[in-house]
């Protein structure tokens, strides 16, 4: 057992800490924890591709529905606009996604390219074999009843914690 919640954490992160340590009862560590994990499995599957899983969520959002604004596309991802203007911005230098004037001259619409169409194609079989294989080895219906929880969680988590 480490001695404090600092040490405790930095077990967790370099993967050394007991059975018991890595029971933590703090959700927002256990989360992050999972998170990291998961994210690493479809960074892995891929890379080739030349894409993360936030980049592949880009493409896969701009390929239904485009062109958007930067504000409706981190809303659509889940993210804070300052966070995916970064990732945007690298994504147009790699040729992914460009910009077009929108109805205001301050704004701006994103879309794919055909480059970015053509990637988010071939990425896509790979993101599909990762998430087959991950309902394969936790189960259809636990992998709904996780996604169902989950969204409630969001919700919950919407709302100011602090307050209760």
């Known amino acids: 057992m480490t001695d404090s919640p ?11 800490c007991s059975e018991e340590e890595k029971s933590l009862p703090c959700t927002c560590l256990r989360l992050r924890r999972v998170a990291r994990q998961i994210t690493s499995v479809y960074d892995a599957a ?12 880009v493409l896969s959002t701009l390929n239904r529905e485009s062109p958007l604004t ?5 809303v ?14 690298r994504m147009r230098a790699a040729g992914f996604i460009a ?5 205001d ?14 990637t988010f194609h071939a990425a ?21 009843s996780l996604h169902t929880l989950l969204a409630d969680l969001e919700e919950v988590a919407g709302t100011d914690l602090a307050s209760h």
Do not use: N
Request: aromatic share 4%.
């Open 105 to 118: 001259r301050r704004e701006r619409r994103l879309s794919l390219t055909p480059h970015g169409m053509k």
């Open 124 to 144: 896509r079989q790979s993101w599909r074999e990762t998430a087959d294989g991950l309902e394969e080895q936790y189960g259809a219906s636990r992998l709904a």
């Open 6 to 16: 600092t040490e405790a954490i930095e077990a967790i992160e370099e993967k050394r």
């Open 46 to 57: 891929l890379e080739p591709h030349g894409v993360s899983i936030v980049t592949y969520a």
């Open 99 to 103: 910009a077009c004037p929108g109805d």
């Open 76 to 89: 659509a991802v889940g993210t804070d606009r300052t966070t995916l203007s970064r990732t945007v911005e």
């Open 70 to 74: 930067l504000s409706a596309l981190a």
